[in-house]
């Protein structure tokens, strides 16, 4: 006897699902495996993106103050990129790894159902075997034959209950299948659109940073350092070779200000590479650009006009909206006595390769002329006890070409005279004298002085009492 067409159609059908079971247990089981490594391959970008982030933050610490600053927020941004890529990581383990890991079990159970399903089917054919063989046997036996007729019944019966059952959760299957791919699919590209959102905004803002750093003043900064200041040594080399004591064998101060003349050769001389002015503790001098003769003419300095005799002086740059000449402008911490015109006689010391002329206050900066180069200076007389700390800044603020410099520095055992640039009057002066100033002139005038100011701070030094009499002009123009 053969299986009937039902029988051979519930066949075919149960391969089928069988074939799909196959299926999605192979794939989806390749998928959970490919979607873990793509997981894990992510996570191990991020941990290298963090080694990055620490590399490039021991880095900046080596560089230039602007490089420094672009990279540190360089990093920052980099460092922001990876939090958003652990919590990529994260979403994609738990919206589309582990789904597909829960896949494992489903198969299992829907194995199990198929299972009975196939035992109810076997165990039909075999019941249709069994009433084949009892006809060949015992054809006129009814009652046998009836018997071996009813167990086929329920077998078959029972074949066509598992069949329909495994139909139905076959069919919840395919449907949970389809909206799970959906889903799982649909939470990937999800997760990784925000990423790559967040990804662009913080890499936009990386990219200005970078962007943003002033490779010219960073590189005026190293051209800087290929130069630095070494007070230290440079005063220890002049203390061990020093066996005279200029206070005592050289330039002496009378009671009544004047500064007696010395011999040249009994002098100790070093030559800074400082460019700076800048007393410790006090404001800065700056010097502020021109590019021709300001709108109205600067009055004549007052005879003992002066500001603090201690105070820092540096200069930054400006320009005016005048053309002509180069000019210059300094914040004068120690301004240079007033040189009017005077009726008293004027005696000039020679200190060193320096001719000095006595100021008539002795806490007041002195003129000073450069007898090999011709060029005016202005020299400020500390105790030794003193210079060291007043000129400490300099070693701290690296170069910069509208700062003020020292331009040579003569110890003895009791007093060291510290040679700046000449000034030539002061900004208050000038403004008082114009009463006001063009505002485009003046907001020239005050870029160039803030970003001398900007380039102290950025180095760590603090200024403080910032007055148009701290500014002086650094040429007569």
Request: hydrophobic share 35%.
């Amino acid at each position: 006897m053969s299986r009937t067409p039902d029988a051979r159609a519930r066949d075919t059908q149960t391969r089928q699902i069988q074939e799909s079971i196959t299926h999605v247990e192979k794939h989806f089981g390749q998928l959970c495996r490919l979607f873990a490594a793509y997981v894990r391959k992510t996570a191990r970008v991020r941990d290298k993106a963090d080694e990055l982030v620490r590399e490039i933050s021991s880095y900046a610490d080596l560089e230039t103050p602007h490089l420094k600053n672009g990279l540190k927020h360089f990093a920052d941004q980099l460092a922001k990129v990876q939090d958003y890529r652990q919590a990529q990581v994260e979403r994609l383990d738990a919206k589309v790894v582990e789904p597909l890991k829960d896949y494992g079990t489903i198969v299992k159970l829907k194995r199990e159902e198929l299972k009975l399903t196939q035992t109810a089917r076997n165990r039909e054919a075999k019941q249709m075997q069994q009433l084949e063989k009892t006809r060949q046997r015992n054809p006129s036996d009814r009652q046998i034959i009836s018997q071996a007729e009813s167990e086929l019944q329920r077998a078959t019966m029972d074949a066509t209950r598992t069949t329909l059952q495994l139909e139905e959760t076959i069919d919840v299957f395919e449907r949970q299948k389809i909206r799970d791919i959906k889903k799982i699919f649909g939470e990937f590209v999800t997760v990784e659109m925000a990423f790559h959102a967040k990804a662009l905004e913080v890499y936009t803002t990386a990219y200005q940073n970078i962007q943003n750093v002033d490779d010219e003043a960073d590189l005026e900064v190293f051209r800087s350092t290929l130069h630095p200041p070494d007070y230290k040594s440079r005063i220890d080399i002049v203390r061990a070779n020093s066996k005279t004591s200029l206070n005592q064998t050289g330039t002496s101060m009378s009671k009544s200000g004047t500064l007696q003349p010395i011999q040249p050769d009994r002098m100790q001389c070093i030559e800074t590479g400082v460019r700076v002015l800048v007393w410790t503790g006090l404001v800065l001098e700056m010097l502020v650009r021109r590019s021709g003769p300001l709108a109205c003419a600067r009055a004549p300095r007052r005879a003992h006009k002066r500001v603090d005799s201690d105070e820092t002086a540096a200069k930054c740059p400006r320009l005016s909206e005048c053309a002509g000449g180069d000019a210059a402008l300094f914040l004068a911490a120690s301004p240079v006595s007033p040189r009017g015109t005077s009726a008293a006689p004027v005696c000039a010391s020679r200190i060193g390769q320096f001719l000095l002329l006595p100021s008539p206050d002795p806490a007041a900066a002195h003129s000073a002329l450069d007898v090999d180069t011709g060029e005016e200076l202005v020299c400020k007389v500390f105790d030794m006890g003193q210079y060291q700390e007043k000129i400490r800044s300099y070693s701290m603020l690296p170069r910069h070409r509208n700062i003020a410099q020292l331009k040579d520095i003569l110890l003895g055992e009791r007093k060291a005279y510290v040679f700046q640039e000449k000034d030539y009057g002061d900004m208050h002066t000038f403004v008082k004298s114009c009463k006001r100033l063009p505002e485009k002139q003046a907001s020239k005038l005050f870029y160039q002085i803030a970003s001398a100011v900007a380039h102290c701070h950025q180095n760590g030094i603090v200024l403080g009492d910032l007055k148009l009499r701290k500014f002086v002009f650094a040429d007569e123009k």
